[in-house]
Every structure is written in C-alpha cells, then in structure tokens.
C-alpha cells in the first residue's frame, strides 16, 4: 500500500462548478501537510499547507481529519485556470525532523468552459 | 530571475556516460533535495542535504551521487546513465513555513533522456 495515495482522475468539471478531492496516508506518525499544485512539464508549487482546525484561501479549502487519515482540497467555483495535477504531501517527520515529504501520484483536474 | 534554478533544462545522453544536474538557489535555505518524477509513480526523493556537511540517502539513491559545493548549490551525477534514468529531475529547497512545518519550493525541472 502506498503511503499516500490520491485518486488519479481526471476529474473533468465545468467552469463554476465546486470539485472536492480527497487523499489519504498510511502512518499515523505524519505530522504536516500540503497540497501541491503542477501544471503539465513545470514543477510542483505550493497551494496550501493543511493545518489541523481547516484552512481557507479564497475558493479553496482544505482539511484534515487525523482519526481517519485523510485530507481534502475542496475548490469552489472553479476556473479554466485550476487546471491541473493537484499533489497531497505529507512530512513524516522522525527523530531528527527530516523535513521529508512523501508525494501522492497527483489527481488531475480538466475545468472545461 | 528564479529562486532556484536547474542547469541543464533539457539533456540527452548515451548509456554509460556520466552526466551532472546542477541546482542554484538564492532563498538562502539551508535545506536541499533532489527528486525524480516518473508516469504514473509521483516524485521519488533521490538525496537531500540539511547543510553543506550534511548529506543523506533517499529511497531510490543507487546510480547517483551528489555534491553539496556551497549552501546555494546541489548537484546530482548519474556515474554511468542507464535508460530506466530517463525522468523528470527536479531540484528542491525547503525552510521553516509560518505553520511550523518545512515547505519546499522545487526548481523548473530537467528533463533527461538516457538513449
């Protein structure tokens, strides 16, 4: 089993819709969390950190549910420009707080007009 | 001009020849990764360096190496390129966010191809 694991999609969503992805992660010990964005061929960009009490950035949402393992990214009214892979990232941190983070293959969002 | 930049953008190459990637940063973050990204298998983290004497291993190391020259530049060598090498090479630095964890911000990336 992966230890983050992301739907791959596509999820292929009409301009304004409200599109909501999900991802989880296997161990327990993870301590941070984010949600990356990629656009195709560039590199990966920080969206959002998940922080535990939920966090808003305009039309995006993410949350965090440490009993069940999950976090979601959930983005309203979406725009042409939202397309994208959309990255779940968790740092497991160990004795020496590595500052590593474990990647999710990515769900690919196509908003069509 | 970009935080972190990788040179070259776009390589290709011959198995069995050695190639460098090299990464330059100006955040002045002590923290420096690199990774590889494949189809459908998400970013790999190859090494990663904390400070110019600190360097370790990541879960897929075997056929690289790396080269901490100075807080600001990273650099990964493939020995002796093989053609399951060929990836999307991205070059990382990460600090302390405001929510008390390590963001990372990645440089653009270098595509390399092993013939």
């Known amino acids: 089993r992966k230890e983050v694991e992301q739907d791959p999609g596509p999820f292929n969503v009409p301009e304004g819709a409200t599109v909501a992805f999900n991802c989880t992660y296997s161990n327990s010990a993870s301590q941070s969390f984010f949600w990356y964005r990629q656009d195709c061929r560039k590199e990966p960009k920080l969206l959002m950190s998940v922080y535990s009490s939920g966090n808003e950035d305009g039309r995006f949402t993410a949350q965090l549910n440490r009993a069940s393992q999950y976090i979601s990214l959930l983005i309203r009214d979406s725009k042409l420009s939202d397309s994208a892979t959309y990255l779940c990232?968790?740092?497991?941190?160990?004795?020496?707080?590595?500052?590593?983070?474990?990647f999710g293959q990515g769900t690919t969002l196509q908003v069509k007009p | 001009d970009a935080d972190v930049t990788q040179t070259p953008r776009n390589r290709i190459t011959k198995t069995g020849k050695r190639i460098m990637l090299e990464c330059s940063q100006t955040?002045?973050?002590?923290?420096m990764y690199w990774y590889r990204q494949d189809p459908g298998l998400g970013l790999r983290l190859i090494y990663y360096?904390?400070?110019?004497?600190?360097?370790n291993k990541g879960e897929i190391s075997d056929g690289y190496s790396v080269s901490r020259q100075a807080q600001a530049k990273f650099s990964l060598s493939l020995e002796s390129a093989i053609p399951n090498q060929t990836a999307l090479y991205f070059c990382?630095?990460?600090?302390?966010?405001?929510?008390?964890?390590?963001?990372?911000?990645f440089g653009p990336g270098t595509r390399l191809t092993v013939t």
């Open positions: 990382a630095t990460s600090d302390l966010g405001p929510g008390g964890s390590y963001e990372q911000y």
């Open positions: 990232v968790v740092n497991r941190r160990g004795s020496s707080n590595t500052g590593k983070l474990i």
């Open positions: 955040k002045g973050h002590d923290r």
């Open positions: 360096s904390f400070d110019v004497k600190d360097i």
